[in-house]
């Protein structure tokens, strides 16, 4: 799956590279699209495979690579554009990837049984684990509240996100900013993101991913109610701090937590589901906070909404209990 989204992943950038006309943009970026859906959940679902013990940590540190891409990727563009064109730069950016990701797909396994050794801490561990054999199939976790309880869960925490990704540059202008100033409060969400991956994916090995998860909706909310009140550039780069290792945190979270709660069996397809909920969420956020600044002409009513179901999604998850398997 890396391997062929991969591929998608290069092939929408060569081809944007010929770029003439409106249709085009869309469909190449929609193979983009495709491609990138392999950043996550053919990787997040491996490591599950792979690690009993330390699987949050694992999972962050893996993850902490799209945080790093954002950060490195649009300089070495910008760089390449500046050597060449735009056109050229995309062909460039394809190649790599294709040659990079496929060389780096081909050594991966999807079990450790695939080459005899068992996953990671799997003797060491006390924990009660949902086993290949006994764990649920998309069609059984379907069955329980759980997995639509977590899936709204899923949907509060991408809502924010995407208003936040979207607009906070804007709203930090219209707060007194200046552009570059502005420009650096993303830049702040998306360090934070990283450093929260890694620090929250430990933490939830260590107490718990459930107690974790509510602790890192906690933050979130937290920011979000002071981005409410934050007036000052500083108040802003605060709010970015929190709210960027926060939600860099739980993205490390959700994948380690369906582990424990529904099992390996269908682990892929059932993270792949969830993540359908998310990126809903996260395509609605930006398009709602924009129409409700249009029709008020602040931001102030759109991050209240998105602060309060922030506090919804951490009351769920405090209430979330592990479900049980139909007969």
Not at 3 to 24: E, K, M, N, P, R
Not at 157 to 182: E, K, M, R, T, W
Not at 229 to 243: G, H, P, T
Not at 292 to 306: M, N, Q
């Amino acid at each position: 799956m890396a391997t062929a989204c991969c591929i998608f992943l290069g092939l929408g950038y060569i081809l944007l590279s010929t770029l003439d006309s409106l249709w085009q943009l869309y469909l190449y970026y929609a193979l983009v699209g495709i491609g990138v859906s392999g950043a996550f959940v053919p990787m997040a679902s491996t490591i599950a495979r792979w690690f009993v013990k330390r699987r949050g940590m694992m999972t962050g540190v893996t993850v902490a690579g799209l945080g790093v891409g954002t950060l490195v990727m649009p300089p070495v563009a910008t760089w390449l554009i500046s050597l060449f064109d735009w056109r050229h730069a995309y062909i460039i950016i394809g190649i790599v990837s294709l040659v990079l990701i496929v060389a780096a797909a081909r050594l991966l396994k999807r079990d450790p049984k695939e080459v005899g050794v068992v996953p990671y801490g799997e003797d060491a561990s006390n924990n009660v684990e949902h086993s290949m054999a006994n764990g649920f199939t998309l069609q059984e976790a379907m069955a329980t509240r759980q997995f639509w309880m977590l899936s709204w869960i899923y949907v509060f925490y991408c809502l924010s996100i995407g208003a936040v990704l979207a607009h906070i540059v804007l709203h930090g202008i219209d707060a007194g900013a200046s552009p570059n100033q502005a420009a650096v409060i993303l830049s702040f969400v998306g360090a934070l993101s990283t450093t929260g991956r890694i620090v929250l994916g430990i933490t939830g090995d260590r107490i718990g991913y459930k107690r974790t998860i509510a602790f890192g909706f906690a933050l979130m909310s937290a920011s979000l109610f002071w981005l409410l009140l934050a007036k000052d550039l500083w108040a802003f780069y605060l709010f970015a701090v929190v709210f960027g290792f926060s939600y860099g945190g739980l993205a490390a979270l959700f994948s380690p937590f369906i582990a424990e709660q529904f099992g390996l069996k269908s682990h892929g397809i059932i993270l792949g589901v969830f993540m359908i909920a998310s990126q809903i969420g996260e395509a609605i956020g930006p398009v709602v906070t924009g129409y409700v600044f249009d029709v008020r002409g602040s931001y102030f009513v759109a991050f209240l909404i998105w602060a309060v179901l922030a506090t919804v999604g951490l009351v769920m998850v405090l209430m979330f209990r592990t479900p049980r398997k139909p007969v």
